[in-house]
């Protein structure tokens, strides 16, 4: 958005996949670089059976996550020894800083949509190699 215009509401139709530095494919929706947000974005992420991302965390932002479909798993905490079940309806909060990882290791889809209090999502991921040892 220009720095001249005038804020107006937006219908974001989600599209342009993109790789996340998760190792996930999301769908682009909203954020700072789809609408201007200055302070959250939200995207559409669908696991695929055996999926799993890498071990990470969002330093300085909070997560919300809706589950749309389908099983997943999410493991977190300072070793990934903590793990919830999401299924469809179930709502997940993630802490800034909190190492998680989540998976699917169900044979059906399972979409989520993310909410994070980053407007640039990528911007303060994580990656935490030395925990992929961990978990699952």
């Known amino acids: 958005m220009d720095a001249n215009e005038q804020p107006t509401c937006r219908l974001v139709r989600p599209s342009s996949p993109y790789r996340g530095e998760q190792g996930l494919d999301y769908d682009g929706g909203i954020s700072r670089e789809t609408v201007g947000s200055k302070g959250l974005c939200m995207h559409r992420l669908t696991l695929q059976p055996g999926d799993r991302a890498k071990a990470h965390l969002h330093e ?77």
Do not use: C, K
Request: proline letters at 10%; zero cysteines.
């Open 60 to 136: 300085h932002h909070e997560t919300a996550i809706y589950a749309l479909a389908g099983t997943s798993e999410m493991w977190f905490g300072s070793e990934l020894q903590h793990r919830l079940t999401v299924r469809p309806g179930d709502m997940v909060y993630i802490p800034a800083g909190v190492p998680h990882l989540p998976m699917n290791r169900g044979d059906a889809p399972a979409t989520v949509v993310i909410a994070r209090t980053d407007p640039s999502e990528q911007e303060s991921v994580v990656l935490l190699p030395e925990l992929e040892r961990f978990g699952p």
